[in-house]
């Protein structure tokens, strides 16, 4: 993967996938956020760009599971099963990624921000109106943020959902939430 490649979103396609965001149905908590990465020198003298990307979305990843693995439901840690969308900034160019979350149930805040050992947090409920409450252009808003500063940020891929795997059913690969039997086994 060649990392330092523009692979920015048309503007057809990030009013598709906010629409996609905001009526979702079947996740019903939506959330906004922004990671930033503390500096560390070490890293750009260490390592080469790629390694230094891998490791950023190593470490993006592992939050994700985190907050899907820690998400309470009812007081019981069950976990949640969230959709989500997201880009990191360019290397070089600034240390943080942003994204949007869909959530089968609520994340609660302090669950978010400890999730992330990585540097700074902000985790807030996310908005469709916010542009709009500030007079400002409906095409300001957080996923025409994200995905239409083609020069800052690189989206990010994904799976499907961030499965728990807390369910039994989820362990056994049959999660509801997926498309496809994730383990499912090869047969020989």
Known sequence: MNYF???????EDIADLRTEFECQPKYLYRYYLTMTWKENPSWSYEMDGVTFEKKRESQINSYFMTVAQSSRKKGRNNGTHFKSFAAISRPHINKH????IQSEFPIPVTIARAAWKHGTTEFVKYNPRWAEERGLSPT??????????HQEHRKLVFGDVWCPAKKSSCKNGNCKHRKENYKQRVLI
Request: no cysteine; aromatic share 14%; charged share 15%.
């Open 5 to 11: 490649e523009n692979t920015g979103l048309t503007a």
């Open 97 to 100: 990624f942003h994204g949007v």
């Open 140 to 149: 300001r808003g957080a996923i025409n943020y994200i995905f239409g500063k």
